[in-house]
């Protein structure tokens, strides 16, 4: 493999990490909005996210 297909390489994987990372904050973010929402309102709360469409939605279950 040359030096700029491995920099490439590199770079992509870079990139997949960050929004690998990304995703794992906004579920993450996602569940503590719903953990707060049970404090404040009792009950059980569910998540969705999708990432692929931009959605992401916390209801009482």
Not at 4 to 11: E, G, K, P
Not at 33 to 55: D, P, T
């Amino acid at each position: 493999m040359s030096d700029t297909n491995s920099r490439a390489l590199a770079q992509l994987h870079t990139g997949i990490d960050a929004a690998l990372d990304e995703a794992r904050r906004i579920n993450a973010d996602a569940a503590a909005l719903a953990k707060s929402m049970q404090a404040l309102h009792g009950g059980e709360w569910r998540i969705q996210v999708y990432h692929q469409v931009g959605f992401c939605l916390v209801v009482q279950k």
